[in-house]
């Protein structure tokens, strides 16, 4: 079982910047992808971005650009940098970690972005 526990959520304005950063109880090394999902009031969730264990990025088209992935597995965890942010961002954010085909998530942090 892995635990990840995210921070780094908040109110800001369009325009600026927030930080969010997750933290996994497993070793990162034996997590294969590691990522970031948002869910927004009355939509589905969606995959934000990703990091394989190799360092293959995936983003979602509406954040290219704009938002940062990284890993450090030697710590178990993975930011994510959001800049220019926009009021369609505001959404609850998940961390996601996948070992094999075995889903782990976080209990989500919300980041709202007024316009």
């Known amino acids: 079982q892995v635990q990840l526990v995210e921070s780094g959520g908040g109110l800001v304005k369009a325009g600026e910047s927030l930080r969010l950063s997750c933290a996994a109880s497993?070793?990162?090394?034996?997590?294969?992808?590691m990522g970031w999902y948002r869910q927004a009031p009355g939509k589905q969730r969606e995959l934000v971005a990703d990091?394989?264990?190799?360092?293959?990025?995936l983003y979602a088209d509406s954040v290219k650009g704009r938002f940062t992935i990284s890993r450090d597995n030697a710590k178990n965890t993975v930011t994510l940098q959001m800049n220019s942010l926009k009021p369609e961002d505001t959404a609850v954010y998940y961390c996601?970690?996948?070992?094999?085909?075995?889903?782990?998530w976080g209990q989500g942090t919300q980041v709202t972005v007024s316009s």
């Open positions: 996601k970690a996948r070992i094999g085909i075995r889903p782990f």
């Open positions: 497993e070793y990162a090394f034996s997590i294969d992808v």
């Open positions: 990091m394989a264990d190799g360092g293959n990025t």
